[in-house]
């Protein structure tokens, strides 16, 4: 082996690895008070050792922090910050892998897959959305994602083959036809599904299907298991959907047999985000702690593979997050732990659903005990949730689109309001935020990562560990089509 000498930011590793494995991990619209929230819930259900000994995973792995702004804004949005990750690059708010010119940027997947690396993606939102979409597509707005879907599979502008060796995730209406119906949310008739299959990927859509690859599956894989977003950790049908610490160490076994010069994953735990934006902080803290258990599954392949490096962090904060509400100094973490659904559930399945006819009934006689384990509500606590469903009889999906989002927002934030004021949980927005956000390492050369740094510098130092550069990728892109002729520019309600 020819040994060469590799700085990593201002730091020299000495002779390069004959493999390298990157492991990057995003919890998206994670902060560090979501962080602080969650260890505190934890801590108060450990009855076996003092209240303030208890940590979390990540916590031991802490090693610095990231500043989000985008090229646009000082809030970031998903886009933008993955692409920032990725191309190692500013870019403006909804950008998915270009420059503030519109230009397509080459990305870290892109350059590992030219130099002959495996490449997966992995997440619990549509595989077309904003986070894995920024690290394998090019387009000028997030919302194309049926472009996007069509980009994931095969580009021979910037490699040979496929791009995406391994993709894991939900949003099977973007590969679908329209002519499918509600099957399918794509704006044409391109069958992309069908598409991938001749393409060679072996596809899946079930657990059962899941649960049947060996570590030594033929590449290239796409599996998409719902429609849209994968459930809230909450809300998942252990018997229909697979978790996300089981699909990254899934992933991880099939990339580490099948990529004897190493791999790039990404694992992005997408839902953190969403409970943020719908105010739902029993959602959010079991999207956290399913999180934790995917980094514990990350840190136990990295101990097998020590050529492997973890790092994880957020493409910026959601909700404004606050632990107490003025003018009290406390806050009851024991309120989130009997609640068994989400709100959007709760919204999806009772309340904006025919299924219940009297929603008043509902909410004082089910809603709030059986669901939220709320015994003695309120006649203004019944009322908040009462008064989101607004007066129409007409079910959420009819009707207007732009209505029906924000009626489907009202119920959510309505439900999650309740359980935070009991909770005294505060949040400031239903958006983003400003606030830097954490950052966290593992493994082969963890200890040069560190310190406060602008997300684009932490995708320099991905960079330089992998031995990349995407200057040749990012001239192949010249040609690409970055924008969808037909796509609707309305965003869904986490955009």
């Keep these: 082996m020819i040994c060469m000498n590799i700085l990593i930011g201002s730091a020299l590793l000495g002779c390069a690895l004959a493999k390298r494995n990157l492991v990057f991990m995003i919890s998206d619209g994670f902060g560090m008070t979501s962080e602080t929230m969650a260890r505190s819930y934890m801590q108060q259900l450990d009855d076996k050792q003092p209240f303030a000994s208890w940590s979390s995973i990540l916590d031991s792995m802490l090693v610095g922090s990231i500043r989000t702004q985008s090229s646009s804004s000082l809030v970031t949005d998903s886009a933008a910050g993955a692409t920032a990750f990725s191309c190692a690059q500013k870019t403006y708010n909804g950008a998915i892998g270009v420059d503030p010119q519109g230009r397509p940027c080459g990305t870290i997947l892109e350059a590992a897959k030219q130099m002959g690396l495996g490449t997966g993606l992995v997440t619990t939102a549509r595989i077309t959305h904003a986070t894995p979409a920024s690290f394998a597509a090019h387009v000028e707005n997030r919302n194309m994602e049926d472009l996007i879907a069509l980009q994931l599979l095969a580009r021979n502008s910037t490699t040979s083959q496929q791009v995406v060796d391994l993709m894991f995730g939900g949003g099977l209406c973007h590969f679908m036809p329209s002519q499918q119906g509600a099957q ?65 160490r899934k992933a991880l076994d099939i990339l580490n047999y099948r990529s004897p010069n190493g791999f790039f994953l990404m694992i992005e735990g997408a839902r953190i985000d969403m409970a943020g934006h719908d105010n739902d902080p029993a959602a959010h803290v079991q999207d956290i702690i399913e999180y934790w258990k995917t980094i514990a599954q ?198």
């Excluded at 657990?207 to 809300?235: C, G, R, T, V, W």
């Design 184 to 248: 399918s949310c794509r704006l044409d008739n391109t069958n992309v599904w069908q598409m991938a299959q001749q393409l060679g990927y072996t596809t899946l859509e079930t657990l059962e299907e899941f649960e049947q690859l060996s570590q030594n599956a033929s590449l290239p894989i796409l599996a998409a298991f719902s429609p849209s977003h994968m459930a809230y950790s909450i809300d998942r049908d252990e018997t229909k959907q697979p978790a996300l610490h089981q699909m990254a």
């Design 298 to 495: 990350v840190q136990e392949f990295v101990r097998e593979n020590p050529d492997t490096l973890l790092v994880s962090t957020s493409d910026h904060e959601t909700g404004g997050l606050t632990l107490g509400i003025d003018p009290d100094y406390y806050w009851l973490p024991q309120t989130l732990q009997p609640i068994r659904h989400s709100a959007e559930y709760l919204c999806n399945h009772f309340l904006l659903s025919h299924s219940v006819s009297n929603k008043q009934q509902f909410i004082a006689d089910t809603l709030m005990p059986e669901y939220l384990g709320i015994y003695n509500a309120t006649e203004d606590e019944i009322q908040a949730v009462l008064d989101s469903l607004g007066s129409s009889t007409k079910p959420e999906t009819d009707g207007n689109e732009e209505e029906a989002n924000s009626r489907h927002k009202r119920c959510k934030r309505a439900v999650g309001g309740v359980v935070s004021r009991r909770a005294h949980v505060g949040w400031s927005t239903g958006g983003h935020s400003g606030a830097d956000v954490g950052l966290y390492a593992f493994g082969n050369h963890a200890n040069l990562i560190k310190g406060n740094m602008e997300n684009t510098h932490l995708g320099s130092l991905l960079l330089d560990y992998l031995q990349l550069s995407t200057d040749s990728v990012t001239n192949a892109l010249s040609s690409i089509e970055t924008k969808q002729l037909k796509f609707s520019s309305l965003a869904d309600e986490h955009n």
